[in-house]
């Protein structure tokens, strides 16, 4: 089968999860993901229904019956902004709250890497609901910060709600260059690259948006079973999990350097299912799932590498001039 990352026909290994397929290419040891098209039974949509009304949780409906939304819907955040005859931003204050945090955690990584915001042309990549923009006009004029958001509707309501520059951009498929016809001293890539299946090609178009001293922030996930595992239940979920050994002569090939590297560990099954009703739901199904991947490997002389932790990356690249 041809890699949906490195498009060369090669073998894959299948992770089977609870709504999506993974495909680990042993060529460029990248993951992809394939959605199920699986159609709940009736019997399966009644039961979950009573267990959602016996517990009084509406999440486990949305976790375990399957949906057919698709990644545009999956990105539409017009209905957490205010009406549109107001003004007022940010949004409904729990959304606002974690994004608060969020933006507040990316300005300090910025300023402790040294990288200078001021009067600086910036361009963040699906950036959605945008409310980074409050902290970066602090550092530059509003009319040199760049949005993207995935979804149209979103993308409009964002530039009237933040006065600034949204454009509407799908990395699958979209040229950058054809959409942002402008040059930037900072692109962000903080938590999309993920949903990116072609590196060659975004690499060969962030270097025609770049000014010679651009900063580039690229943040990803690796390939590992424990993500695998970890967003199983997302009716849309992460399209690629990327080896940085394969971005490296990416990276290289269109002159780019990378000049900082960070590689983080986690433990989804402590972070995300961090008390005992998120445990008792979840591990289940992490043990099912787990105990396949285990009798696979038993069986076949090509074997998935089972990892306990989550691994993620965080990249600063500049111009290799």
């Known amino acids: 089968m041809n890699c949906k990352i490195c498009k060369e026909d090669t073998s ?5 999860t609870y709504k999506h397929t993974w495909f680990f290419c042993k060529n460029c040891k990248n993951i992809y993901s394939k959605k199920k098209l699986n159609k709940d039974s009736k019997l399966k949509i009644f039961l979950v229904n009573l267990i959602s009304k ?3 949780q509406n999440r486990i409906k949305k976790l375990l019956l399957n949906s057919n939304i698709s990644d545009n819907e999956f990105y539409n955040y017009t209905s957490n902004f205010p009406s549109e005859g107001g003004s007022h931003f940010p949004i409904k204050d729990n959304i606002n709250n974690k994004w ?4 507040k955690n990316f300005i300090e990584y910025l300023k402790e890497k040294k990288i200078d915001l001021n009067s600086k042309k910036i361009l963040s990549i699906s950036d959605e609901p945008g409310i980074i923009v409050k902290k970066l006009e602090k550092f530059t004029s509003i009319k040199k910060i760049t949005l993207t958001g995935f979804d149209k509707e979103t993308s409009r309501v964002m530039s009237k709600k933040l006065n600034c520059r949204v454009e509407k951009f799908d990395l699958n498929k979209d040229r ?3 959409v942002i016809n402008d040059k930037y001293d900072l692109i962000f890539f903080r938590s999309t690259l993920n949903f ?3 590196f060659d090609l975004l690499l060969s178009e962030i270097k025609k948006v770049s000014n010679e001293d651009v900063s580039i922030i690229f943040n990803f996930h690796a390939p590992t079973t424990a993500s695998c595992l970890m967003w199983m239940f997302d009716d849309y979920t992460l399209l690629s999990l990327i080896n940085i050994d394969y971005l490296k002569p990416l990276i290289k090939k269109y002159n780019f350097k990378i000049i900082f590297s ?3 560990s986690l433990n989804p099954r402590k972070h995300y299912y961090n008390n005992f ?3 008792l739901f ?7 799932y787990l105990t396949q991947i285990f009798v696979k490997n038993l069986f076949n002389k090509d074997q998935v590498t089972i990892d306990s932790n989550e691994f993620s990356y965080k990249l600063i690249l500049k111009r290799d001039i």
């Open 196 to 198: 990116n299946l072609d």
């Open 262 to 264: 960070e590689k983080i």
């Open 100 to 103: 608060e945090e969020y933006d």
């Open 12 to 16: 894959c290994l299948s992770i089977n």
């Open 282 to 288: 979840y591990y289940p199904f992490y043990f099912f």
């Open 54 to 56: 016996i517990t009084n």
């Open 176 to 178: 950058l260059s054809n």
């Open 277 to 279: 009703v998120k445990k």
